[in-house]
């Protein structure tokens, strides 16, 4: 078929890749290049960058409001655009141009957890399982129906990083069976009940608060783990916690028990690794040779 492929962060390429593989890929749509590192200057996107590795022709428009911009994406006559975490809203003369309509990878199992992020959402909450939906999009935010969708559990110790490459190759597998599939799959409509939505994260959610239970400390830990990172102070330095499990042992909540295990509301999290400001993240025990932790964190 002929595609329109839409996606800007890492989660995307391994989608495009295989789309690549498979089918024509008439354009490829990002959001413009920003400036990043040292120096500031404009990098490209990750699926920008594959894209133009791969020699496919690449637009970057900072929106698709225009007449102009609706008109471009109409001629490219596409059978299907698939979507993948691209990141600007389509309105409804871009949904309507592809013949076939318009196919939205989501990483997590819709009606939970539509929204901007869904995977960290899912892990912070404490998730048993989540998966990649295939949705036919439509005006609403994450509202359309559901072609197919891929389950996985969440590991009692797994990150948000971990979580999201797994869920990156698995929305690669699926975008390919919907599409190979596409005249047999049934769309099914998206149930009013359980919907939640994945809100931003804010970076004011991230300090960690031993007050919480231990459940919630580990989960807040690990889903917000690489980035933006749990963080605490220790001694006016800000350590981003990076992995961590439940533990053993009692006391007030943020007495430090045994090398990196804290206490917390009820129960105590271990801290299995972490990034101290300006260096790379390392293991709990070869961060303790160079920090000392109070009595009790703050």
């Known amino acids: 078929m002929r595609v329109i492929f839409m996606g800007t962060p890492e989660f995307s390429v391994p989608a495009l890749q295989a789309v690549h593989a498979a089918h024509e890929i008439v354009s490829v749509y990002s ?6 590192g040292r120096g500031k200057k404009d990098r490209p996107s990750p699926v920008q960058a594959r894209a133009e590795a791969l020699g496919l ?23 299907v655009a698939v979507v993948v975490a691209y990141g600007l809203i ?5 949904l309507d141009a592809p013949a076939r309509g318009c196919l939205n990878i989501h ?17 912070m909450a404490g998730d048993a399982e989540t998966g990649v939906s295939i949705m036919r999009m439509e005006a609403g935010l994450d509202t359309g129906p559901v072609l197919l969708c891929a389950r996985t559990p969440i590991g009692p110790e797994e990150t948000t990083a971990e979580l999201h ?22 769309p099914v409509p998206q149930p009013e009940a359980g919907v939640t939505y994945a809100a931003k994260i804010d970076k004011a959610e991230a300090r960690v608060d031993w ?22 102070e220790i001694g006016g330095e ?20 045994a090398g990196f295990t804290i206490a917390c509301g009820s129960g105590t999290v271990q801290i299995t690794e972490a990034q101290r400001e300006g260096k790379r993240p390392m293991p709990a025990a070869e961060v303790l040779r160079g920090l000392v932790l109070p009595e009790r964190l703050g």
């Open 57 to 79: 022709p690449v637009r970057h428009p900072a929106s698709l409001k225009s007449p102009e911009a609706q008109a471009e994406f109409a001629a490219l006559k596409s059978d």
């Open 90 to 94: 389509l309105p409804q003369p871009v």
């Open 107 to 123: 990483a997590s199992l819709l009606p939970r957890w539509r929204g901007a992020a869904p995977i960290h959402r899912a892990v």
């Open 165 to 186: 490459d797994r869920l990156a190759a698995m929305g690669a597998a699926a975008i390919l069976e919907a599409l190979g599939r596409l005249d047999r799959l049934t």
């Open 31 to 36: 959001q413009p290049p920003r400036p990043a």
């Open 238 to 257: 800000r350590v981003k916690l990076l992995r961590s499990r439940l533990a053993e042992g009692r006391g007030a909540p943020g007495t430090v028990l």
């Open 211 to 232: 007050s919480r239970p231990a459940e919630e400390v580990d989960r807040l830990i690990r889903g917000l783990s690489p980035f933006p990172g749990a963080w605490v």
